[in-house]
Nanobody
């Protein structure tokens, strides 16, 4: 079955950096786009980065220039490098893909369990 396992969250001071990782299994990783979302308490889940090919990435204005998504297809892993972190970046960060597990199967959304990022002094 599809598994997405995030790691790398933690407590960091404002202005600091963190790198999140998401290890994927159960589907053909390099065939699908990967995304990072975040959800802060009391707020809706927000997409923060998308990657299809290594050179095709997309970010909302709230993180553009500070966050970088990348992928290693050999390791079935997607990363989120977060720099210049702000208190408003505090949230649970989730890895996501919409993928098929068989060539003719349905396209389904899969989510990891999330990793907490807290930006505070």
């Amino acid at each position: 079955q599809v598994q997405l396992v995030e790691s790398g969250g933690g407590l960091v001071q404002p202005g600091g950096s963190l790198r999140l990782s998401c290890a994927a299994s159960g589907f053909t990783f390099n065939n699908y786009a990967m995304r990072w979302y975040r959800q802060a308490p009391g707020k809706e889940r927000e997409r923060v980065a998308t990657i299809t090919s290594p050179t095709d990435t997309n970010y909302p204005d709230s993180v553009k220039g500070r966050f970088t998504i990348s992928r290693d297809n050999a390791k079935n892993t997607v990363y989120l490098q977060m720099n210049s972190l702000r208190p408003e970046d505090t949230a649970v960060y989730y890895c996501n893909t919409n993928a098929r597990t068989t060539p003719w199967g349905p396209l389904r959304a899969y989510w990891g369990q999330g990793t907490q990022v807290t930006v505070s002094s």
